[in-house]
């Protein structure tokens, strides 16, 4: 009998991101649902489309409505009521960009929107009102702000995030690895990104290659969720990036009916430590006008640590956070 080969196996990660899923009705097909059974609404996506990559919604279950990954992706009509106290930049991202895509909130790192492209739309994401358009980067922009980097020499760490950094060419990373490989005060490089669990073909023997000779330590921070994101093709990636020398860290956000309960954020925790991610941050939501609905209290997510601290070795358990304006850090709760 001839082995069926999965989809992704076919073809390369370029094709894969180019053959992103962006029709909600194609998506609900494939997973045998209706719109109906799922409150999809066609407003919620003209406000921000949907994307999501083909491996990964096959790791979605077929006929479940509630799957939490199809939770973290489809537009619904609870993102069209207008919710008080939540807005467009309320983290006031606005202020604290400094040069050309570059945000320098936190002292001794920056943070750098490397592309305002993403392999995935994520519904809660807090950046999804930010003016990528006008940070759409030239090369005249890109030296700028590298420029910004290196006169400040209290920065020690870039923090290329997005958008997703892994969403750009590998020519283009080339071109950034090499001016960061430049940068005398810096010690380290940090990726925040989706791909290598949305796409894990992403991470092929080119990207390691580049992370494994810059000259700086490589901190790689996962954004998973939820334990069904992962499967043995992630794993894979993990293997590759850890043997490139690179660390890799998670941070979730805390999504309401998605991983609000401690079976689920254990499972997690476990299923992070055996693809070699270590948990980092476990993020309150931000107040972003239509994310209202993904909301998980302070006292809530309070209780929640203290259930994995009586459940998990420490390293096993994030640290809570929220993130404040006008705040040094993070605001650990
Ligand atoms: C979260 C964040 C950082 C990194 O903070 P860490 O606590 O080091 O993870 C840096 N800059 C900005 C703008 C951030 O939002
Ligand atoms: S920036 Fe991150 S959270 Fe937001 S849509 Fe892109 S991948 Fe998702």
């Known amino acids: 009998m001839p082995q069926t080969l999965p989809l992704h196996a076919l073809s ?7 053959d992103l899923i962006s029709d909600p009705l194609e998506l609900l097909r494939l997973l045998h649902l209706s719109p109906a059974q799922v409150s999809y609404s066609e407003a919620a996506l003209r ?14 279950a077929p006929g479940n409505p509630r799957d939490p990954l199809l939770l973290q992706v489809l537009p619904t009509q609870a993102e069209l009521v207008e919710q008080p106290g939540h ?18 909130k936190y002292p001794g790192r920056v943070l750098l929107i490397a592309t305002q492209a993403c ?8 950046r999804r009102h930010f003016p990528y358009a006008e940070n759409r980067q030239s090369r005249r922009e890109w030296e700028e702000s590298l420029r910004y980097i290196e006169r400040d020499s209290s920065i020690e760490e870039v923090i290329l995030s997005g958008g997703d950094p892994l969403a750009l060419s590998a020519t283009h990373l080339d071109w950034l690895f090499e001016q960061l490989a430049r940068l005398p005060q810096l010690r380290r490089v940090r990726l925040h990104t989706r791909l290598p669990l949305v796409v894990p073909d992403r991470v092929d023997a080119r990207l390691c290659e580049q992370l494994r000779t810059l000259p700086q330590q490589v901190v790689l921070v996962l954004h998973a969720n939820h334990a069904q994101e992962f499967d043995a093709t992630v794993d894979t990636a993990c293997a590759k990036l850890r043997e490139a020398g690179v660390t890799l860290l998670n941070q979730s956000v805390l999504l309401a009916n998605i991983n609000d ?7 997690l925790s476990q299923r992070l430590f055996s693809a070699g991610v270590l948990p980092y941050y476990l993020h309150l939501t931000d107040p972003v006008q239509g994310t209202a609905h993904f909301d998980v209290s302070t006292a809530r997510g ?13 390293y096993l358990v994030p640290r809570l956070v929220r993130e404040e304006p006008g705040k040094p850090g993070k605001t650990l709760l």
């Open 12 to 18: 390369s990660w370029q094709e894969q991101l180019a």
């Open 47 to 60: 406000g921000f489309g949907l994307r999501v990559p083909r491996v990964y919604a096959a790791r979605m």
């Open 87 to 104: 807005g467009q930049d309320p983290l006031a991202e606005a202020t604290a960009l400094v040069a050309p895509g570059i945000l320098h």
């Open 119 to 126: 392999a995935i739309h994520c519904r809660y994401c807090f």
């Open 261 to 267: 309960d401690a079976d689920t954020l254990t499972a």
């Open 302 to 314: 309070q209780q929640l640590l203290r259930a994995l601290h009586g459940r998990l070795p420490g």
